[in-house]
């Protein structure tokens, strides 16, 4: 059973048991989530215990919140897809949920929280499910790199030798073996270049993992491969954590990749067996994080005259410096600089709205920003729909009459997807990203036209 599921959109319908038992398991994740880049610590306002699913216990129905991925449970499988996309009353096709999923994967091929492979040479079977498709890049990209290149690097080993090799460790030689006979066993510290390291221990074990998971026989075949040439390295659980310890030199650079792939994985999933040993798996990013990290990425990898900066903390409201204020974004352009704040929300859906969407919070917090940076001009960042893309920007001003100047507090929608690759069967790519060029060359134009506006 398959259930699409659009943030704070549609809702669908599930029977009684499993409506309890994944509500459980879905508090259980939240409870004890590691703390990381993509999911935020516990909002205590909220009513319910976990911010993945809204279970609505009166009519028993399941509705998204703002994560995107997919949860599997006892035969179903649910993905949650972008509220972007949702249009009410629309069937969506194969094409359409595949065309969802590589918007996503392009998004995230920009994100700087990672580094991502940007090729795939086809989709086969993969092309209506986000997961199996990620599971899919990273096997290609590590068993590609494996076969090519062993990651071996030098560890601290203990070991009892019938010779010396690098330090004798005197003292554990004497307590251990000397004073029992054992005068043949040298107790020695010496460094090896290693293939049974740290590093290749997360690899296999996110290896193992995807491969427990996975449905799809291509992605066993290529996860079983990679096993494979790690077999001498031992089986060890490892989390997220344990990638960001992990520095590699210029030599094995491109081993990067694979580290990232490995901190999102571990990052986003949890996979148990649960109440009679059911098994349930989870894989969930917030979209908030996903679409301020691509505004971020794209800017600074594809618009080379602009200067960005991500989330800088060097400014309180207060002078006692408890409360800071976090602009997603700070810009120079011509030698004008520019606070851009990104907002994953829907706007200009209301026709008669008068405030076109744009929250009153959000021009409260806007409006510290322009009296505490000392900046004229702010911009509200907000993405385009699947069916409304307003090329007219909304600018709100606001007169400081302490400082007798005005703050342009200026919301335009940018478009991050491109409608014409909805329903097309896009399988025979030579690349998942080609069919993307028109759409980041509008974003190109679209961002350069907004920042010479203004000047």
């Known amino acids: 059973m398959r259930i699409n599921l659009f943030e704070y959109q549609n809702k669908v319908d599930l029977d009684n048991q499993h409506f309890e038992d994944l509500e459980k398991f879905l508090d259980e994740i939240w409870k004890n989530r590691d703390k990381n880049d993509f999911f935020p610590s516990i909002d205590t306002k909220r009513i319910e215990s976990q911010q993945f699913l809204q279970f609505l216990h009166k009519t028993g129905q399941l509705k998204s919140n703002n994560y995107v991925g997919i949860i599997q449970y006892n035969g179903i499988k649910i993905n949650l897809l972008p509220k972007i996309f949702y249009i009410s009353g629309r069937e969506y096709s194969t094409n359409d949920i595949q065309g969802i999923n590589l918007h996503i994967l392009w998004w995230l091929s920009y994100c700087h929280k990672i580094k991502f492979p940007n090729y795939i040479t086809r989709l086969g079977g993969l092309k209506t499910d986000f997961f199996e498709i990620l599971i899919y890049l990273f096997a290609k990209y590590t068993r590609k790199l494996l076969s090519a290149i062993q990651y071996r690097q030098y560890e601290d080993i203990n070991r009892d030798l019938p010779y010396v090799k690098g330090h004798l460790n005197f003292s554990n030689y004497v307590n251990r073996h000397l004073t029992k006979g054992q005068w043949n066993k040298l107790n020695c510290d010496y460094d090896a270049f290693v293939l049974d390291n740290k590093f290749n221990r997360i690899v296999k074990y996110v290896t193992r993992l995807l491969h427990r998971q996975t449905q799809n026989f291509e992605n066993k075949k290529i996860l079983n491969d ?23 030199n210029p030599v094995f650079k491109e081993f990067e990749t694979v580290r990232d792939y490995c901190y999102l994985f571990l990052s986003n999933s949890v996979s148990y067996h649960y109440k009679n040993d059911l098994k349930i798996f989870a894989f969930l990013l917030p979209m908030e994080a996903i679409f301020e990290d691509f505004v971020y990425g794209f800017i600074q990898r594809e618009i080379p005259e602009v200067s960005i900066k991500a989330q800088s903390t060097r400014i309180f409201l207060d002078e006692t410096k ?61 993405p385009n729909t699947l069916s409304v893309f307003q090329e007219k920007g909304f600018i709100i001003r606001i007169k400081d009459e302490w400082a007798s100047k005005i703050i342009n507090i200026s919301a335009f929608q940018i478009p991050i997807i491109d409608s014409n690759l909805m329903s ?7 690349t998942i990203f080609q069919s993307f060029s028109y759409l980041k060359q509008n974003l190109i134009q679209r961002i350069l036209e907004i920042l010479g506006q203004i000047r």
């Open 322 to 382: 408890n409360f800071n204020l976090r602009p997603d974004l700070l810009l120079r352009f011509n030698d004008k600089h520019y606070i851009i704040d990104t907002k994953y929300k829907i706007i200009y859906q209301d026709v008669d709205d008068v405030k076109n969407g744009i929250s009153q919070t959000d021009l409260y917090q806007m409006t510290s920003y322009a009296i505490r940076y000392k900046l004229s001009d702010i911009l509200l960042f907000y």
């Open 424 to 430: 097309k069967d896009m399988n025979h790519s030579s």
């Open 226 to 248: 990679i096993l494979f040439l790690l077999d001498e390295v031992k089986n060890e659980p490892a989390n997220a954590e344990d990638c960001t310890k992990i520095e590699f």
